[in-house]
């Protein structure tokens, strides 16, 4: 059975990863400090994406394998946002 107590709780954390990260594109970090923020805003999106995955997903209690799996998706998705933002510049 699962907690709504822990649902409600995984919701608050992830509203306010989503709050912060929305305040560092509003303070105009991504203009002055461009690779500070990005770097910011990509560990705060990677640590969204391990809650979502772990708890609404209910990958950390799945066997080891599917969560290499979706880890190796999650390194190759990884690498293309660092190759968009690298051609960008």
Not at 49 to 74: D, I, N, S
Request: hydrophobic fraction near 60%.
């Amino acid at each position: 059975m699962t907690s709504l107590k822990l649902y409600t709780a995984i919701y608050v954390v992830l509203f306010v990863i989503a709050t912060a990260q929305v305040a560092v594109e509003r303070a105009g970090f991504l203009d002055s400090m461009y690779w500070t923020a990005f770097v910011a805003i990509l560990v705060l999106s990677t640590v969204k994406a391990l809650f979502v995955v772990g708890y609404y997903q209910h990958l950390k209690y799945e066997p080891r394998a599917v969560t290499l799996v979706v880890l190796a998706g999650l390194v190759g998705a990884l690498a293309l946002t660092f190759a968009a933002a690298y051609s960008i510049i």
